[in-house]
């Protein structure tokens, strides 16, 4: 099994419609991330969270919101989505003592109509 | 505001070639440096990590140098298999919170 789990793996979905990408992780970190990838663009850091009460905006946080419900929970809401929402998404875990190294789980494609 | 660029953007060669896939980065006040590997519709998995007071690290085939002065690293892979296909991203990391990512290089390795 995988150590970072992401739901969906595969979405799509109108405009306007409210969705979660959930990320649950068996590694015990207390870091969590979530990034979204665009051809051409890179990896960018949405949120993150160092642990239950700590939640932090990445550079490109709005339109997006999370919630840490667990330290092995973390999950991303598009509250309403719209097309260039659509993208590749990862969530990624760091353990403690933290070296910088990040664990990523597979993704989920997330394409808004 | 730190940016990293990868070269080439694309790459193709034959099955045993030693290759070299460069990183460069603007601002040399880094914590560390990761190399990862993606494969389609996969995730990203982490290859080398070095830390800012490293030269270098070594897995397998695999072998990344840093030089902070010059802001650049280097990902050489010895004897190149057609298994080494894939998209190869490096991401430095400013202070331990946040990865700053290359748009990767995408290797194919034919027969």
């Known amino acids: 099994d995988a150590d970072v789990t992401q739901t969906p793996r595969n979405r799509i979905t109108k405009t306007g419609k409210r969705i979660m990408l959930e990320c649950s992780q068996t590694?015990?970190?207390?870091?969590m991330y979530w990034y979204r990838q665009d051809p051409g663009l890179g990896l960018r850091l949405i949120y993150y969270?160092?642990?239950?009460?700590?939640?932090n905006k990445g550079e490109i946080s709005d339109g997006y919101s999370v919630s840490r419900q667990a330290q092995a929970k973390f999950s991303l809401s598009l509250e309403s989505a719209i097309p260039n929402q659509t993208a590749l998404y990862f969530c990624?875990?760091?353990?403690?003592?933290?070296?910088?190294?990040?664990?990523f789980g597979e993704g989920s494609r997330l394409t808004v109509l | 505001k730190q940016e990293v660029t990868q070269i080439p953007a694309a790459l193709s060669v034959p099955e045993g070639e030693n290759l070299v896939l460069n990183c460069s980065f603007t601002?040399?006040?880094?914590?560390?440096l990761q190399w990862f590997r993606q494969d389609p519709g996969k995730g990203l998995t982490s290859l080398l990590l070095?830390?800012?007071?490293?030269r270098e690290q070594t897995s397998g085939r695999l072998n990344a140098s840093l030089d902070k002065s010059s802001g650049r690293s280097t990902l050489y892979i010895a004897a190149s298999q057609p298994g080494d296909s894939a998209t190869y991203l490096c991401a430095v990391n400013r202070n331990t919170d946040k990865l700053i990512f290359g748009t990767g290089t995408r290797l194919q390795v034919f027969p």
């Open positions: 601002d040399s006040a880094i914590y560390n």
């Open positions: 990624a875990t760091a353990g403690q003592p933290n070296t910088g190294e990040l664990f």
């Open positions: 070095i830390q800012s007071s490293q």
């Open positions: 590694k015990g970190h207390d870091r």
């Open positions: 969270s160092f642990d239950v009460k700590d939640i």
